[in-house]
């Protein structure tokens, strides 16, 4: 008897709960969010394949402290966690070889909350350590930006090797 009454409200609980959930990843975002991380994403490639790390940084999420940045740089040999080590890490690689060659067409961007964004970009990456030489990979990129008060920025690099 007290589990004949309590099914239909606990039926109802978990069909709100399921419900909630779907409407949680149907956003849509702003009609022109996908176009503006899709420049931002243009704004990161001509700024790394030009070695420019003042312009690379102005496309990054800042916070008032390093230590609760935002920014990471996770790939399969590494890991950059806060801003300034990711910064530090492109500065390194700056002195050897670095471009990129993204394929937009087969690019996607996913709007998982309203202020939140993953952009996908498989990417031919060239790169060679200062007086080595140089080799070119397909990576599937995966980036997430964020909206701040200065626009979109990126927090989050994410580069898979596609072999």
Do not use: C
Not at 35 to 56: C, G, S, T, Y
Not at 125 to 130: D, E, M, P, S, W
């Amino acid at each position: 008897m007290f589990g004949k009454r309590l099914a239909i409200p606990l039926a109802a609980v978990f069909a709100v709960a399921a419900v909630s959930n779907a409407l949680a990843f149907t956003h849509k975002g702003m009609p022109n969010d996908a176009e503006a991380v899709r420049k931002l994403f243009f704004k990161q490639v001509e700024a790394e394949n030009a070695h420019d790390i003042v312009e690379l940084d102005s496309v990054l999420a800042d916070s008032l402290e390093d230590d609760s940045s935002p920014v990471s740089f996770v790939a399969r040999a590494y890991q950059f966690w806060g801003k300034k080590e990711v910064m530090k890490h492109f500065e390194e690689t700056f002195k050897g070889t670095w471009h990129l060659e993204p394929d937009m067409a087969r690019s996607r961007v996913i709007t998982l909350s309203p202020d939140t964004v993953q952009i996908y970009v498989p990417t031919k990456v060239t790169l060679g350590a200062l007086g080595k030489d140089a080799v070119t990979a397909t990576y599937l990129i995966n980036q997430f930006a964020v909206r701040t008060s200065q626009g979109w920025r990126f927090t989050a690099i994410l580069p898979v090797p596609a072999q």
